[in-house]
């Protein structure tokens, strides 16, 4: 019977191989040229020699990442210590008239003093109590604060790095998104974070890896373009120059 069985879906695999030669054969017939049945010369794996070499210096790469985060849709504002990206992140509340606010569970954002600073709105950090709905409660946030592993000036986008204290719902389901970013974080090309994840290796790999280029967007419907159907409507990136402070 096994026997049968492999024969049978040889012969299929023959079928859809002719097939597919059929079609391939028809199409270069109709473009009047040759097929091309040897596999291209690849002399050249990765980027060239002269784009790894490329760098911009501090200030060439915080001005590209402005203006290719805002020509995306997004907000960049800068901030000298955390102290001032929480007045930011307390204004935005305000002007939005927030009530609840949800942030990921590190240092850094725990020294905003948001709690303090907005005693008036709930503010939580992901994953404090184990029996909660964490999605659920993401999904009702108006805000949501995160602090970006990397912001890459060449692409405008942030580097988001997914662990148990930093749930990838904080930057997914609220409102309004603010991205803490320190200013030691903004690399010139995409390729100076993607090679981090190799040194990494396989098994050190972060539960997700998001890059997030300005608000949510999607034209999938007609060519309609319709902000925040997928994620935030809004997004502030605060680099901040003095993350210590």
Same mark, same amino acid.
């Given at each position: ?27 270069? +017939?109709?473009?009047?040229? +040759? ?50 990206? #929480? ?32 005693? +008036?709105? #709930?503010?939580? #950090? ?30 405008? #986008? ?88």
């Amino acid at each position: 019977m096994s026997n049968n069985n492999d024969q049978w879906l040889k012969e299929l695999d023959e079928q859809a191989k002719a097939k597919q030669e059929q079609f391939l054969n028809g199409i270069a +017939s109709k473009l009047k040229r +040759s097929r091309v049945t040897e596999k291209p010369q690849r002399p050249f794996r990765g980027a060239p020699d002269f784009w790894g070499q490329f760098q911009l210096n501090v200030d060439e790469k915080l001005d590209m990442f402005k203006r290719n985060f805002e020509a995306a849709g997004g907000y960049v504002l800068r901030a000298a210590t955390l102290q001032e990206a #929480s007045s930011i992140i307390v204004e935005k509340a305000n002007e939005l008239q927030a009530k609840y606010i949800l942030r990921q569970d590190v240092a850094e954002l725990e020294r905003l003093g948001l709690e303090q600073a907005l005693s +008036s709105i #709930s503010v939580r #950090s992901w994953n404090d109590d184990e029996q909660e709905d964490w999605k659920a409660r993401a999904a009702e946030a108006d805000i949501g604060v995160v602090l970006a592993d990397y912001a890459v000036a060449y692409t405008g #986008s942030l580097t988001l790095l997914s662990s148990k204290s930093k749930g990838r719902s904080v930057s997914l389901l609220p409102t309004l998104l603010v991205a803490i970013i320190p200013k030691s974080s903004v690399v010139t090309k995409l390729g100076e974070v993607l090679s981090t994840f190799d040194e990494m290796g396989r098994e050190n790999l972060p539960a997700g890896i998001h890059f997030v280029s300005g608000p949510s967007r999607s034209a999938d419907i007609e060519n309609d373009l319709t902000i925040g159907v997928h994620g935030p409507g809004i997004v502030y990136a605060v680099i901040v120059d003095d993350i210590e402070s």
